[in-house]
């Protein structure tokens, strides 16, 4: 069984930056890819960016150029540093990992940027 831990969220003014971390328990977790949803309220939940066991990334357009997302493999935490941020940015972030083809979750944690 796989857990996931995130922490990070907050309530922040447009333009500002905040750092979201995500630790997945077990080591059955190492090395693999991981990455970050959100979802806001009256909407689905959609991907923000992915990371793969490796460090290769992918980024929806949203977010491109102003969010980063990283890795610790040796703590198995994922990082995602959200700078220049919108209030469209507003919503619950969850983690996810992939293990063998099932998707794990993180219980999310809220980000609100005010205008």
């Known amino acids: 069984q796989v857990q996931l831990v995130e922490s990070g969220g907050g309530l922040v003014q447009a333009g500002g930056s905040l750092r979201l971390s995500c630790a997945a328990s077990g080591s059955i977790a190492s090395l693999k890819p991981m990455g970050w949803y959100r979802q806001a309220p009256g909407k689905q939940r959609e991907l923000v960016t992915t990371i793969t066991g490796g460090g290769s990334t992918n980024y929806a357009d949203s977010v491109k150029g102003r969010f980063t997302i990283s890795r610790d493999n040796a703590k198995n935490t994922v990082y995602l540093q959200m700078n220049s941020l919108k209030p469209e940015d507003t919503a619950v972030y969850y983690c996810?990992?992939?293990?063998?083809?099932?998707?794990?979750w993180g219980q999310g944690t809220q980000v609100t940027v005010s205008s």
């Open positions: 996810q990992i992939v293990i063998f083809g099932h998707d794990y």
